[in-house]
């Protein structure tokens, strides 16, 4: 069974950081693609990082410099750093595996930029 488990969501103020980690069990871990994903309230879901299966990634205007994703292949994990946040950066965060043959997704974790 296939389970992605985001965490480290919470309140914080504008300009904080967090770490939102994705625990991904139930497949080669290795052989995915990982995205993070983020869903405002009204708002479509929209792509906000991506780490392939080679050292290549991409983040969103919005975000860039001032996010940053990650894997560890070994412990199965993947990380989405994200500094200096805004009030426009609060929404529900997704952890996304996926190749050529398959689409996994977690739960979601929410993450709230208030003063």
């Known amino acids: 069974q296939v389970q992605l488990v985001e965490s480290g969501g919470g309140l914080v103020q504008p300009g904080e950081s967090l770490t939102l980690s994705c625990a991904v069990s139930?497949?080669?871990?290795?052989?995915?693609?990982i995205r993070w994903y983020r869903q405002a309230p009204g708002k479509e879901r929209e792509l906000v990082a991506s780490?392939?299966?080679?050292?290549?990634?991409y983040l969103a205007d919005f975000v860039e410099g001032r996010f940053a994703i990650s894997r560890d292949n070994v412990k199965k994990m993947a990380y989405l750093q994200m500094n200096t946040l805004k009030r426009d950066d609060t929404a529900v965060y997704y952890c996304?595996?996926?190749?050529?043959?398959?689409?996994?997704w977690g739960q979601g974790t929410q993450v709230t930029v208030s003063s």
């Open positions: 996304n595996a996926w190749n050529l043959r398959a689409d996994y």
């Open positions: 139930g497949l080669t871990f290795s052989n995915y693609n």
């Open positions: 780490r392939g299966t080679t050292p290549t990634t």
